[in-house]
């Protein structure tokens, strides 16, 4: 139970900074048009992934897959996409619950888990829950979450066995701990290195 109450803390201490491990090899996560970013200890993989509906667009999901034995994985999907400003508006607290609801449907949950909102002034919206689920002989810990801004839409899935051992803990938090919203200054920087190296490339 400790290790769902710290998974649960991570959630409500969403936008404290962490010291990434092996930040030689990390991998930045951040799609164009992502508003949120994310640190894998390694690349993930990327898969197409397209709705039933052919009217929606498909979507690239990151899936980060790490392995110490037959039962002891740590497994993290992340989809970010851009969204249109209406709707950004039907993610209300209601909604974004139950759609993190209907996320931890395939968990087999004996009960429905609570759901953490919270809303910040600049509009960032986070919802998110954890918990135990057991999936045959193996039982491990849950994290979904929904990252909402009025450009983008993350969707944060995570599991870890249970017995994974304390690297695995650590690693696994250092994931969840390293999502966030983009560093706006360091983008604004970003646009006007990029703006000057094209000056000083069309003056040559």
């Given at each position: 139970m400790a290790k769902i109450a710290f998974y649960i803390f991570i959630l409500?201490?969403?936008?404290?900074?962490?010291?990434?491990?092996?930040?030689?090899?990390?991998?930045?996560?951040?799609?164009?048009?992502?508003?949120?970013?994310?640190?894998?200890?390694?690349?993930?993989?990327?898969?197409r992934r397209c709705p039933s509906d052919k009217n929606l667009p498909c979507l690239e999901v990151a899936q980060f897959t790490d392995r110490?034995?037959?039962?002891?994985?740590?497994?993290?999907?992340?989809?970010?996409?851009?969204?249109?400003?209406?709707?950004y508006k039907t993610y209300t607290k209601d909604n974004m619950e139950a759609v993190i609801l209907n996320m931890t449907r395939d968990a087999n949950l004996p009960e429905l888990p609570e759901v953490t909102y919270q809303e910040e002034e600049n509009g960032l919206k986070i919802a998110g829950t954890?918990?135990?689920?057991?999936?045959?002989?193996?039982?491990?810990?849950?994290?979904?979450?929904?990252?909402?801004?009025?450009?983008?839409?993350?969707?944060?899935?995570?599991?870890?066995?249970?017995?994974?051992?304390?690297?695995?803990?650590?690693?696994?938090?250092?994931?969840?701990?390293?999502?966030?919203?983009?560093?706006?200054?360091?983008?604004?920087e970003e646009e006007e290195e990029e703006e000057e190296e094209a000056v000083a490339e069309d003056a040559n």
């Open positions: 409500m201490v969403a936008f404290l900074p962490s010291a990434h491990a092996n930040e030689g090899e990390a991998y930045v996560y951040s799609p164009e048009g992502c508003d949120f970013t994310a640190t894998f200890p390694f690349e993930p993989g990327f898969v110490t034995d037959f039962d002891q994985t740590i497994n993290v999907e992340m989809i970010c996409q851009p969204i249109a400003q209406e709707v954890s918990g135990i689920k057991t999936t045959g002989f193996s039982t491990k810990i849950f994290v979904t979450q929904i990252w909402v801004t009025e450009n983008s839409v993350m969707s944060v899935e995570g599991e870890m066995s249970l017995d994974h051992g304390d690297e695995g803990d650590k690693k696994f938090a250092d994931i969840l701990q390293s999502i966030g919203p983009k560093d706006q200054t360091n983008e604004e």
